[in-house]
């Protein structure tokens, strides 16, 4: 790896962290400059924009997303489809809640923006991959016989995603138990109603 590519490297995992723990709306070049140890002309030419460095840092929290959501999946054996959807959504879970205040996607959603802009591009091609890669999950759980024929794999993926809302809302209110009880009551639920009756 390049000199350049480590300092952008290094650039983006304290930015990530203050991302983290503020928010994306408190990233500027300035106060990143500061954290960094860098002038702000010298942080400015990596980005060009504040709004390049936010699409970046978002893209950078996928490729962290990647890491600690999926790949972990990925590399354990599971004796179901189930389990291992089960296994990623324990990791997103604990994920949501390694930050300080909102989970970083949900927190720069933004339903009106330009459509140029690029972290808004770039949070929207990062949550499609996710929700793909949940479809597809489901789908070979049904190539595999463990999920009925009928289901429809994307409004499996919709309930799902509604229940990690919910359950994201109601933790933010303090309405849900640590353990995420009422996300997981969903989950049984929802997983009840999938699984292929046994003859």
């Not at 009551?185 to 009756?197: S, V």
């Amino acid at each position: 790896m390049s000199k350049k590519n480590q300092t952008r490297e290094q650039i983006l995992s304290i930015a990530f962290e203050m991302a983290s723990e503020e928010g994306l709306e408190s990233l500027t070049i300035g106060e990143l400059a500061k954290r960094v140890g860098m002038s702000k002309s010298g942080l400015f030419a990596h980005f060009n924009s504040r709004s390049n460095l936010q699409a970046a840092v978002v893209e950078y929290a996928g490729e962290r997303f990647a890491e600690r959501v999926i790949a972990p999946c990925r590399e354990s054996s599971h004796v179901s489809i189930e389990a291992k959807i089960r296994h990623m959504l324990d990791n997103w879970l604990t994920w949501n809640g390694s930050f300080q205040g909102s989970c970083m996607f949900l927190d720069a959603w933004r339903e009106s923006h330009a459509d140029d802009d690029p972290m808004q591009k770039v949070l929207e091609a990062t949550i499609k991959k996710w929700l793909h890669y949940l479809h597809i999950q489901f789908e070979k759980g049904i190539e595999l016989g463990e999920f009925h024929d009928e289901m429809d794999c994307w409004q499996t993926v919709y309930e799902l995603y509604g229940l990690y809302l919910s359950s994201h809302l109601f933790r933010t209110l303090g309405l849900e138990s640590n353990g995420a009880q009422k996300f997981w009551t969903g989950i049984d639920e929802l997983f009840a109603r999938t699984r292929k009756l046994q003859r």
